[in-house]
């Protein structure tokens, strides 16, 4: 297998990684068709095995950008953050693993805006208690609420944002919906 960069997240998909997170894909990686980037969930149209990531200067954004893929940023970490600790209250095993992935995928989302916004670091976020959330049936509601919001965030300030961050979010959006989808199948 030959080496391959997703444009969006940077990361260089191989052998060794390209089925991670996968219960978060309804079309899955083969070794030899790499459909998805096993980091952030983008489509193939956004891989290359072409050495040149996408060049970009956050120096050039302007501070309303900036403002957007913070509120981004926060989101995405808000969202791992919740899945991260769904996987650990979640009783079946599938839907378990299926959190864990989906913490992974937005957490990466969280890293495309940071480093895409030129932020040094992530910021530091309030600790939200999820055990209201008891059920794995009220856990996936709570997984689709959010989904919904990640979508809806990204078209709200898709026409306010550059055509190179429109690209950004659009990718990041088409993963979005297509975790709605995994949840519904699970439900």
């Known amino acids: 297998m030959k080496k391959i960069r997703c444009l969006i997240c940077g990361m260089i998909i191989n052998d060794k990684n390209y089925n991670m997170n996968d219960s978060t894909f309804i079309d899955k990686n083969e070794v030899d068709d790499i459909v998805r980037c096993p980091f952030c969930g983008v ?26 893929l913070d509120m981004g940023m926060k989101l995405e970490m808000f969202n791992g953050d919740f899945y991260e600790e769904a996987s650990k209250q979640a009783k079946d095993e599938k839907l378990k693993k299926m959190f864990k992935d989906l913490s992974n995928i937005e957490m990466m989302h969280a890293r495309v805006h ?16 999820y055990k209201k959330h008891n059920t794995d049936e009220l856990l996936l509601i709570e997984a689709n609420k959010r989904e ?15 055509d190179s961050i429109k690209k950004i979010f659009k990718a990041l959006s088409d993963v979005e919906k297509e975790h709605i989808t995994i949840i519904r199948q699970i439900d």
Request: charged share 40%.
């Open 43 to 68: 489509t193939k149209e956004y891989l290359s095995d072409d050495e040149e990531y996408i060049n970009f200067n956050s120096d050039d954004l302007e501070d309303k950008t900036r403002k957007v």
């Open 114 to 129: 940071k480093n895409f916004g030129g932020f040094n670091t992530f910021p530091s976020l309030k600790k939200i208690d």
């Open 148 to 162: 919904k919001h990640a979508i809806e965030f990204y078209e709200r300030y898709f026409s306010k944002v550059p």
